[in-house]
Each structure stands twice: as structure tokens, then as C-alpha cells.
T-cell receptor, first 113, second 112 residues
Framework: KAGVTQTPRYLIKTRGQQVTLSCSPI?????VSWYQQTPGQGLQFLFE???????NKGNFPGRFSGRQFSNSRSEMNVSTLELGDSALYLC????????????FGSGTQLSVL | GDSVTQMEGPVTLSEEAFLTINCTYT??????LFWYVQYPGEGLQLLLK?????DKGSNKGFEATYRKETTSFHLEKGSVQVSDSAVYFC???????????FGRGTSLIVHP
């Protein structure tokens, strides 16, 4: 069974640009969640989608948005990039119930110059 | 709100030493507790979990016991290996949120 796939693996952008990250979950998983990981803040929850609907949302500004398609693939978009958005962005998929094991991708390393 | 506090790292040990990584939590109700591990260049993987008080989760020689009276879920291993070098995250999930709350992670470095 293929794991969670995130693309691209690395990304370099400049301030003010926008970026789209992609996540393909494990087949059969209906929940996809996104996390931002930085050395200073650790792992911070961005949002979670379940069956194409945003079910949970973290405390990030509106510049961070996402969506989920009917095949459960998800995209995350960040507009008007700031230097502080440089981070490893991780997505995780699960079946979507409570206490479910999360399966993480290897992440997209975003650098904003 | 829910929160998880882990000991700060890095924790540096010699091979075959005993490992403890402390984790305490604050939550309403009775959350499920998890340890995830992140190897260099990879995403997180579930290491073990416990869903109720006094449960012991175990995997790959690692153990953690859900202690409700001390709101703790400390990770232990009797003899670490160089290959255990990674970042370890304690997490909880409760209240039907479907989303775990993670601690900030503890880096473990094991020397030969």
C-alpha cells in the first residue's frame, strides 16, 4: 500500500508570492490534516479535511487555506508569503475516526527568501 | 485547552543506556495518548499509544504507561541503539476533536 505522498519535496519562493502544496493520502483514507513544523514552534496544526469539508481549523491567518478533492487528495495554499512561513509542511492522513493513527508524509520544505 | 509538555532536548546517550523522555499533559476528560517518532528527513510515525488509564503502550522496545493520577505518559527504553536517534513527540487526542495536540518534540542522539 502506497504511503502518504507530498509534492514537491522542496520549494523556494520569495516574499509576496503564493504557493500550493499537494498531498495524496493513503488509499481509503478520508481525512487529511496539515501541520507546520518549525524549530521554534514545533508542530502546529493548520487544518483538517474530511470528505471534502474542513472539519477542524488551527490558529493561522487567512493566508493559509486548503481544500480536499473527491478522491481525498488535498492541497494547501499560502498567499502573500512572509519570511516566517519558511517551514516544513507535513500532511497526515487517517480513516477519520477518533483515536485513529495518523500516517504522515515526508513533508514539503518551504524556504521563503 | 489541551496541552502537552515534553522535556527539552537534546537528550544525548551512549548506546545501550536507559532512556526516559518525560511527557505530561493537560486535558479535559480522558484523552488517548500517543508517542510519535520522526527520523531525519521523514514524517512522523506512530510509535505507541494508550487509550485509558493504566494502559501500557509498547513497540520496538519502547514503553509508556498512561498515568492519570500524575497526568503523565513518559517514554522509556531499556537499551537504546544508534538507530533510535530521532525526534520523539508526545501527543494527546480527546473530546472528539479527531486532531491530536502535539508536544514540541524531544531530540534523542545516541552515540556508539
Amino acid at each position: 500500500k502506497a504511503g502518504v505522498t507530498q509534492t514537491p519535496r522542496y520549494l523556494i519562493k520569495t516574499r509576496g508570492q503564493q504557493v500550493t502544496l499537494s498531498c495524496s493520502p493513503i488509499s481509503g483514507h478520508r481525512s487529511v490534516s496539515w501541520y507546520q513544523q518549525t524549530p521554534g514552534q514545533g508542530l502546529q496544526f493548520l487544518f483538517e479535511y474530511f470528505s471534502e469539508t474542513q472539519r477542524n481549523k488551527g490558529n493561522f491567518p487567512g493566508r493559509f487555506s486548503g481544500r480536499q478533492f473527491s478522491n481525498s487528495r488535498s492541497e494547501m495554499n499560502v498567499s502573500t508569503l512572509e519570511l516566517g512561513d519558511s517551514a516544513l509542511y507535513l500532511c497526515a492522513s487517517s480513516l477519520g475516526g477518533s483515536d485513529e493513527k495518523l500516517f504522515f508524509g515526508s513533508g514539503t520544505q518551504l524556504s521563503v527568501l | 485547552g489541551d496541552s502537552v509538555t515534553q522535556m527539552e532536548g537534546p537528550v544525548t546517550l551512549s548506546e545501550e543506556a536507559f532512556l526516559t523522555i518525560n511527557c505530561t499533559y493537560t486535558a479535559t476528560g480522558y484523552p488517548s495518548l500517543f508517542w510519535y517518532v520522526q527520523y531525519p528527513g521523514e514524517g512522523l510515525q506512530l510509535l505507541l499509544k494508550a487509550t485509558k488509564a493504566d494502559d501500557k503502550g509498547s513497540n520496538k522496545g519502547f514503553e509508556a504507561t498512561y498515568r492519570k493520577e500524575t497526568t503523565s505518559f513518559h517514554l522509556e527504553k531499556g537499551s537504546v541503539q544508534v538507530s533510535d536517534s530521532a525526534v520523539y513527540f508526545c501527543a494527546l487526542e480527546g473530546g472528539g476533536s479527531y486532531i491530536p495536540t502535539f508536544g514540541r518534540g524531544t531530540s534523542l542522539i545516541v552515540h556508539p
